[in-house]
């Protein structure tokens, strides 16, 4: 593996599946409740210019798990690329600690982090994408489906950088990806083409939600504003309107689909509650899976796996 977990395609296939056969036994082993302890002794500085309830309890309840300390460092503690450069931060937190983890809203800052820290970084977040939160969601796929053959997956609401690590994550799996956005919200182009020159499955943009789902396997959305687009919400509301996952649009699949969000959920808005509490829903083991996936990634960038 690389030094650092930025991107998707900083992992090659073989590599991603070997994480999620990981995951499966780490998970396994804490449902157990075995003292595996492999990062005793080990300490994880988490930066969070951007706070979240579940990349930081993912993280911190991860590592302490795994026998190691994680410190929490909030916007107030550090300011980033504000108070002090991102490569002093960098080579002062690699001087202390064996990893790092970010969760930024510039991207840029996530790579000058990661180019002069001495210790494996992993991305927990920016505002280019997401790559934990997806690796997640596809080994949640994978432990429902028994296999990734033949799967198609619908993303309904705006190109973020969830899309951007679902595309990247189609250019390494073989999997259909179909995102449905209104006009104005697609994906970066360039990382739209880094998936399409793959041509390991179909990806296409649609800007019809009821066509987009039909055949999904799994229809997957998030909010409409992410956190710094909040003063946007009005204006995306009347632009989304007729993206909402209804149970009608995932009757639209014409299949047996699971439905998925990466949370916090504004229910309601992107998602009706009937969707979020329904059977069929895999939401909240999508979300637990954030830790066992997590601790997977840490352990093979520590060479303790």
């Known amino acids: 593996m690389t030094k650092d977990f930025l991107h998707i395609t900083d992992l090659s296939a073989d590599e991603i599946i070997s994480i999620f056969k990981l995951a499966k036994l780490t998970k396994a ?3 157990r409740r075995e003292n595996y302890v492999p990062l005793r002794g080990h300490t994880l500085a988490m930066i969070f210019a951007k706070p979240s309830a579940r990349t930081r309890v993912s993280f911190e309840t991860g590592f302490h798990r795994l026998g190691g300390h994680a410190l929490y460092l909030g916007p107030n503690d550090i300011g980033v690329g504000q108070r002090e450069a991102v490569k002093d931060i960098a080579r002062v937190l690699s001087g202390y600690n064996d990893m ?43 432990e429902r489906r028994g296999s990734l053959d033949n799967l198609k997956i619908t993303y309904v609401g ?55 789902v039909k055949g999904a396997d799994v229809v997957y959305t998030d ?29 639209a699949t014409g299949r047996d689909s699971y439905f998925m969000h990466c949370l916090p959920a504004e229910r309601g808005v992107e998602v009706t509650d009937e969707v979020m509490d329904a059977s069929w829903s895999i939401v909240f083991p999508q979300a637990e899976n954030r830790m066992h996936v997590q601790n997977a990634i840490m352990l093979r960038l520590l060479g303790k796996a």
């Open 100 to 142: 790092i983890i970010a969760r930024l809203f510039e991207h840029r800052h996530m790579l000058e982090l990661a180019e002069h820290a001495t210790v494996p970084v992993v991305n927990g977040l920016t505002d280019y994408n997401h790559p934990c939160q997806v690796m997640a969601d596809m080994f949640t796929i994978k």
């Open 29 to 31: 082993r804490f449902k």
């Open 223 to 251: 909010v409409w504003a992410s956190m710094g687009q909040k003063e946007e919400a009005e204006e995306r509301h009347r632009k989304f309107a007729g993206f909402t996952v209804t149970a009608d649009l995932m009757a």
């Open 158 to 212: 705006d190109g973020n950088n969830i899309v951007h690590s679902w595309l990247r994550l189609a250019g390494r799996l073989p999997f259909d990806f179909t995102i449905a956005c209104p006009e104005g919200y697609t994906p970066h182009k360039e990382t739209l083409a880094l998936a399409e020159e793959a041509g390991l499955g179909k990806i296409e943009v649609s800007h019809d939600p009821k066509a987009a």
